[in-house]
């Protein structure tokens, strides 16, 4: 495998892996009867839409058929991939849930 491959396979799986952080983000929201997309609108404003996003919801099943997402978990997905701001909206729901 040359560098480009290399490059190309690094990149390739870090899109899978952020698909299954907005997955698990949007399904989170479904479990608390909370609209993904208005969340995530709260943290990011200046971005309108996001495809990966309502790729997402489309994934997402009936609260009632979903296993639970943590809180922590969510947290901790999200910080891994840099989303501070959507963590924070998170975290203010969290809140809001107790």
Not at 15 to 29: D, P, Y
Not at 56 to 79: F, M, N, R, W
Request: aromatic fraction near 8%; proline fraction near 4%; hydrophobic fraction near 40%.
């Amino acid at each position: 495998m040359n560098q480009k491959q290399i490059e190309e396979k690094i990149i390739e799986n870090f899109k899978g892996e952020e698909k299954m952080m907005i997955l698990v983000f949007a399904q989170w929201c479904v479990n608390h009867d909370l609209n993904p997309e208005e969340i995530y609108l709260r943290a990011y404003p200046n971005q309108s839409s996001n495809p990966a996003l309502r790729e997402a919801i489309e994934l997402t099943v009936p609260k009632e058929e979903a296993g639970e997402v943590d809180d922590q978990t969510l947290l901790g997905v999200l910080s891994l991939f840099g989303n501070d701001d959507l963590a924070f909206v998170v975290t203010e729901e969290i809140r809001k849930l107790k």
